[in-house]
């Protein structure tokens, strides 16, 4: 198993995994997902196995985090125009881990990675929206939900808007 930034082949992949993950709304499109990915490179990646392990083959795993400038989370389904992957905090986008993954804490060590990537970028914070009754994990990560914050809809009814204040790490 590896932890590896996301390239141009990896598409049809992510897009099965988040197929398979969600089932409360409709999946993003490739466009979407790739603005979120071009937005913040360094801070997206998939976790994928071995090519000599037929029993998981492929992308297991996906993380997509994009800096962002304001409190109020972008929408889902709307891309992230050019230059506007910008701002003081890094907004967690997505992270769906492939029932075929399951319980081997993937999910864990992608956002492991994604918080020293972010204290080393010098963000003061991860902000996301916890979807499909995700906050008792997105607790376990050390992430509180934003007292009176509101997703757009888009994200369902129990959405919650959540946050990791982050602590700089040393040189």
Known sequence: MSIDPIDDTLWADIQRVQAEVYHQFE??????????????????????????????????????????????????????????????????????????????????????????????????????VAVQGSVPFWRKMGFEPVPGAQASASYGRDATVMRQVLRATGP
């Open 27 to 128: 999946p993003e499109n490739q466009a979407t997902l790739r603005s979120k990915w071009l937005a913040s490179p360094d801070c997206c990646f998939v976790a994928r196995t071995r090519q000599d392990d037929p029993a998981r083959p492929g992308v297991l795993a996906y993380l997509l985090a994009h800096a962002w400038h304001s409190d109020t989370p972008p929408k889902l389904y709307q891309p992230i125009a050019p230059g506007a992957g910008t701002g003081h905090h890094l907004f967690l986008h997505d992270l769906a881990v492939s029932r075929r993954a399951a319980g081997l804490g993937l999910g864990r060590q992608m956002v492991e990675r994604l918080l020293g990537r972010a204290r080393r970028r010098g963000f003061g914070q991860i902000r996301l």
